[in-house]
C-alpha cells in the first residue's frame, strides 16, 4: 500500500473523472519525461539485453531459473515502489533495469522453451498491450504519465511497461531476423524509427501519449541491438567486448545518471515543500514554471 493523503473530498482531474483524495497521492511518482530518461531508458533497455544472457550463460541455472529469480527481485522492488510517497530515482530505475531484463526472459521462454514463432509472441504481445491500455483509459480516462498519482494507474503503467519490454524484444528480434540487417543497421533502423515518431509528434501533432508509448516500444529494440553489437564477437558482426563488460559498462553509466538525478532532482515534477530545504528554494520552486 502506498501512503495517501489524508482528504477525504473528490477532486475532479482534467485527465479523468474524478478520484476520492483519499485515494490520490499529492506527487507523480514517475519521473519527467526529458532526455535523462530516454538516455537512461535506452541504457536500461541495452542492460536488459545483455544482462538476461550473461545471467543465462554463467549462472548456471538455465533460462527458467534465471527467469524465476528475476522475477522474484522484481517483485520486491516493485513492493518497494508502491510503498513510496513519492517518485525515487533509484527505485524507480532499478524497477525498469529489473523489468528490461524480465521483459526479456518472457520472450526468450515462448521463443527458446516452447518454441513459439516470433511472428506469434509479437502478435500476442500487441494484443495483451492493446487491452492493458483499452482497460486502463476506460477505468481512468487517460493513458497519460504526468497523473501517476493512484495504486491502479501505477499498477497499469508498470504493466504497461512490462508488455512494451516483451513486445519490443519479440518485434525487435523478428525485424532484425527478418531483415537480416546486422546489429549496428539494425540499432540505426529503429533510431530512424524513433525518431520519425518524434517529427510526427513535434511537427504534425500526433498525441504525445501515444508518441510517449511507441517511442518507449521502439527503444527496446533499439537498446537491444546496441547491447548485441557491442557484445557479441567480431565473427558474429558484433565488437567482442562480451556481456560482462558491456553490462558493467551501461550499469556505471546508469547509476552516475540516477544519482546524478536523485541529487539535482531534474526529473522531478513535483516537489512537496517538506522536500524542498528552506523557504527560499521553497518559493523559487512553486514560482518555476511547469516544463
Same mark, same amino acid.
Given at each position: 500500500?502506498?501512503?495517501?493523503?489524508?482528504?477525504?473530498?473528490? +477532486?475532479?482531474?482534467?485527465?479523468?473523472?474524478?478520484?476520492?483524495?483519499?485515494?490520490?497521492?499529492?506527487?507523480?511518482?514517475?519521473?519527467?519525461?526529458?532526455?535523462?530518461?530516454?538516455?537512461?531508458?535506452?541504457?536500461?533497455?541495452?542492460?536488459?539485453?545483455?544482462?538476461?544472457?550473461?545471467?543465462?550463460?554463467?549462472?548456471?541455472?538455465?533460462?527458467?531459473?534465471?527467469?524465476?529469480?528475476?522475477?522474484?527481485?522484481?517483485?520486491?522492488?516493485?513492493?518497494?515502489?508502491?510503498?513510496?510517497?513519492?517518485?525515487?530515482?533509484?527505485?524507480?530505475?532499478?524497477?525498469?533495469?529489473?523489468?528490461?531484463?524480465?521483459?526479456?526472459?518472457?520472450?526468450?521462454?515462448?521463443?527458446?522453451?516452447?518454441?513459439?514463432?516470433?511472428?506469434?509472441?509479437?502478435?500476442?504481445?500487441?494484443?495483451?498491450?492493446?487491452?492493458?491500455?483499452?482497460?486502463?483509459?476506460?477505468?481512468?480516462?487517460?493513458?497519460?504519465?504526468?497523473?501517476?498519482?493512484?495504486?491502479?494507474?501505477?499498477?497499469?503503467?508498470?504493466?504497461? +511497461?512490462?508488455?512494451?519490454?516483451?513486445?519490443?524484444?519479440?518485434?525487435? @528480434?523478428?525485424?532484425?531476423?527478418?531483415?537480416?540487417?546486422?546489429?549496428?543497421?539494425?540499432?540505426?533502423?529503429?533510431?530512424?524509427?524513433?525518431?520519425?515518431?518524434?517529427?510526427?509528434?513535434?511537427?504534425?501533432?500526433?498525441?504525445?501519449?501515444?508518441?510517449?508509448?511507441?517511442?518507449? +516500444?521502439?527503444?527496446?529494440?533499439?537498446?537491444?541491438?546496441?547491447? @548485441?553489437?557491442?557484445?557479441?564477437?567480431?565473427?558474429?558482426?558484433?565488437?567482442?567486448?562480451?556481456?560482462?563488460?558491456?553490462?558493467?559498462?551501461?550499469?556505471?553509466?546508469?547509476?552516475?545518471?540516477?544519482?546524478?538525478?536523485?541529487?539535482?532532482?531534474?526529473?522531478?515534477?513535483?516537489?512537496?515543500?517538506?522536500?524542498?530545504?528552506?523557504?527560499?528554494?521553497?518559493?523559487?520552486?512553486?514560482?518555476?514554471?511547469?516544463?
Amino acid at each position: 500500500m502506498t501512503n495517501e493523503t489524508s482528504e477525504i473530498s473528490a +477532486v475532479p482531474s482534467a485527465d479523468g473523472p474524478a478520484v476520492p483524495e483519499r485515494h490520490r497521492l499529492r506527487w507523480n511518482k514517475v519521473p519527467e519525461v526529458t532526455v535523462y530518461f530516454w538516455i537512461i531508458k535506452v541504457l536500461c533497455t541495452t542492460v536488459g539485453e545483455t544482462a538476461a544472457d550473461l545471467l543465462n550463460e554463467k549462472a548456471g541455472l538455465g533460462l527458467t531459473g534465471v527467469s524465476v529469480l528475476m522475477s522474484a527481485l522484481l517483485a520486491v522492488v516493485l513492493v518497494v515502489q508502491f510503498r513510496t510517497r513519492t517518485y525515487r530515482a533509484g527505485v524507480y530505475w532499478l524497477a525498469v533495469a529489473l523489468i528490461s531484463v524480465v521483459g526479456t526472459l518472457i520472450s526468450d521462454n515462448l521463443t527458446d522453451n516452447l518454441g513459439v514463432p516470433l511472428e506469434t509472441s509479437t502478435t500476442v504481445f500487441a494484443i495483451v498491450l492493446a487491452v492493458v491500455f483499452v482497460v486502463w483509459y476506460r477505468r481512468e480516462r487517460t493513458l497519460s504519465i504526468h497523473h501517476i498519482d493512484t495504486t491502479g494507474r501505477e499498477s497499469f503503467y508498470w504493466l504497461s +511497461v512490462l508488455f512494451t519490454f516483451a513486445l519490443g524484444t519479440a518485434a525487435g @528480434d523478428l525485424v532484425s531476423e527478418r531483415m537480416n540487417l546486422g546489429y549496428w543497421l539494425s540499432a540505426v533502423l529503429f533510431a530512424l524509427a524513433i525518431a520519425a515518431v518524434a517529427i510526427a509528434h513535434f511537427a504534425l501533432g500526433l498525441d504525445a501519449v501515444w508518441s510517449f508509448w511507441i517511442a518507449y +516500444v521502439l527503444t527496446r529494440p533499439l537498446g537491444a541491438s546496441i547491447g @548485441d553489437y557491442l557484445s557479441q564477437p567480431t565473427g558474429d558482426g558484433g565488437l567482442g567486448l562480451g556481456t560482462v563488460i558491456t553490462s558493467a559498462l551501461f550499469l556505471a553509466v546508469i547509476l552516475g545518471l540516477v544519482v546524478y538525478l536523485g541529487v539535482t532532482r531534474k526529473d522531478v515534477s513535483n516537489v512537496s515543500e517538506k522536500e524542498v530545504t528552506g523557504p527560499g528554494r521553497a518559493a523559487r520552486h512553486a514560482a518555476r514554471p511547469a516544463r
